[in-house]
C-alpha cells in the first residue's frame, strides 16, 4: 500500500506525537472524577451490592486507560489536580499519575502526600490506596517508619490496603493514642484493614 511522504516520518525524524485530542481527555477526567466520587457513597452504603462496586470499578478503568494515553501532554494539568482540595479531582489525578510510564510521576504523589491535608489528603489516599504502588512502596515503607506522624499516618495505611508481604506495623500502634485526632483516625482506619492475624496482634499490644 502507498504511503504518502507528507505524512510517514522517515527513519531520521521522531515518530508522530500520540498527545490524546484535550476535549477527550476533559470528557475522560470529568466522568472520572464523577465516578470516584459515586464510588465512595457505593462503599459507604447498605443499598449497593459488590456487583455494583464491580460495574463502578470496571468504568473507572475505562476512563483511566483514556486518561493516561495522554502521556506527557497533561502532567501539569494534573499536578494543578493534585495539589487541589477537592477529593474527587485530587483522586482522579493521583490515580492517572500513578499509572504514568514516566519513572518521576509516582514521585510527584509521594511528595504531595508527605504535606498533604484534608481533602487532598483524602483524595489521595482513595487513589493510592487501590492504585499501582510497586515504585514506591519502599518509599512509603520508610515513611511508615520514620517520617512525620500524619505523613506515616498516611503511609501505613496505604500499606495496609495494598498489604505488602514485608509490611512492618510497630509504629502504627502509636498512632492510636496520637494527640492529633486525625492520625488517630489513620490509625483506626489501618488497624481495621490489616489482615485479622495483625490486627489482633496489634490491638493486643
Known sequence: MA?????TPRADQDPLPTRL????FAAHLEEAQLLFE?????????????????????????????????EDAEVELLQELLAGDEPAEVCTATAVLLRLPRPDAAEMVLKALSSATGGQL???????CHGPIESI???????LATGETLFAAAAGLVLAWQKPPDLQ??????????????????????????PPPQTRQLLGS
Open 169 to 194: 506495623t510497630e509504629r502504627i500502634c502509636s498512632f492510636l493514642t496520637d494527640p492529633d485526632p486525625e492520625v488517630r483516625r489513620l490509625g483506626w482506619r489501618t488497624a481495621t484493614s490489616l
Open 137 to 143: 512502596a519502599a518509599s512509603l515503607q520508610q515513611a
Open 3 to 7: 504511503t504518502d511522504p507528507q505524512t
Open 122 to 128: 483524602e483524595g489521595i489516599l482513595q487513589a493510592m
Open 38 to 70: 459515586q464510588r465512595r457513597e457505593v462503599t459507604r452504603s447498605a443499598e449497593f451490592l459488590v456487583t455494583d462496586l464491580a460495574e463502578f470499578d470496571a468504568r473507572l478503568a475505562a476512563h483511566l486507560d483514556g486518561l493516561v494515553l495522554a
Open 21 to 24: 485530542i484535550p476535549e477527550v
